[in-house]
């Protein structure tokens, strides 16, 4: 297995190579995210008060939200691989 170490640092880089937009729509959603079923599991009305602080529609929220998950996966796994790619 990874050290935590090497995956914390690995995520940190990760996260810093999203957009602002998409570290911010991580960053709102995160607490509600349930590793065991993979889903955001927010609380009734959450994400509209999260999409209406953005200035987002639910809908958008919601793909902006996978859309930065499969990037952070991306890049994770690219750094996991040692490709340096960002794209």
């Given at each position: 297995?990874?050290?935590?170490?090497?995956?914390?640092?690995?995520?940190a880089d990760?996260l810093s190579?999203?957009?602002?937009?998409?570290?911010?729509?991580?960053?709102?959603?995160?607490?509600?995210?349930?590793?065991?079923?993979?889903?955001?599991?927010?609380?009734?009305?959450?994400?509209?008060?999260?999409?209406?602080?953005?200035?987002?529609s639910v809908?958008?929220?919601?793909?902006?939200?996978?859309?930065?998950?499969?990037?952070?996966?991306?890049?994770?796994?690219?750094?996991?691989?040692?490709?340096?790619?960002?794209?």
């Amino acid at each position: 297995p990874e050290p935590p170490s090497s995956l914390a640092s690995r995520l940190a880089d990760a996260l810093s190579s999203l957009s602002p937009e998409e570290f911010a729509v991580l960053q709102a959603s995160l607490q509600w995210y349930d590793p065991d079923t993979h889903q955001f599991l927010l609380p009734r009305g959450e994400a509209s008060r999260i999409a209406s602080a953005m200035a987002l529609s639910v809908d958008a929220l919601r793909q902006r939200r996978h859309r930065a998950l499969r990037q952070l996966a991306r890049l994770l796994c690219a750094s996991k691989l040692g490709t340096g790619d960002n794209a």
